[in-house]
């Protein structure tokens, strides 16, 4: 069973920029695509960003590209989100998941297996 727990949310100003951990316990970590959504008050849960198993391959949403980086660390368990340009819109909870041996370009809020507990960003204007 894979626990993921979230850090490093909080409140910036807009144009600013945060990073977001998620450290996975159990399985094997290096097994897992890994990922990024988000939920915003009264939206649907929507994807951010992907990484393969070796973080060789990303995949970003349209709405974050060029402004979010994923990356990880095999070593640490760890996946990470850079957030940067932070805009009012991605004010959001976010949640790290994770899919074994996930493709990318794929991952959905039905196909996912493993949540974490979300950590909220928050963006003023």
């Known amino acids: 069973q894979v626990q993921l727990v979230e850090s ?3 409140l910036v100003k807009a144009g600013g920029s945060l ?4 450290l996975a316990t159990g399985g094997t970590f290096s097994s897992y695509a890994m990922a990024w959504f988000r939920q915003a008050p ?3 849960r929507e994807f951010v960003a992907a990484i393969s198993w070796s973080g060789a391959r990303t995949y970003l949403s349209n709405s974050v590209k060029g ?3 994923i990356s990880r660390d ?6 990470y989100l850079h957030l940067a340009s932070l805009r009012p819109e991605d004010t959001a909870f976010y949640y790290c998941a994770a899919e074994p041996y996930g493709e990318i370009t794929t991952l959905t809020t039905s ?3 493993y949540w974490g507990q979300g950590t ?3 963006v003023s204007s």
């Open 67 to 69: 402004r979010f980086t």
């Open 74 to 79: 095999n070593a640490k368990n760890t996946v």
């Open 42 to 44: 009264g939206k649907e």
């Open 120 to 122: 909220q960003v928050t």
């Open 111 to 113: 196909s996912v297996q």
């Open 19 to 22: 990073r977001l951990d998620c």
């Open 8 to 10: 490093g949310g909080g």
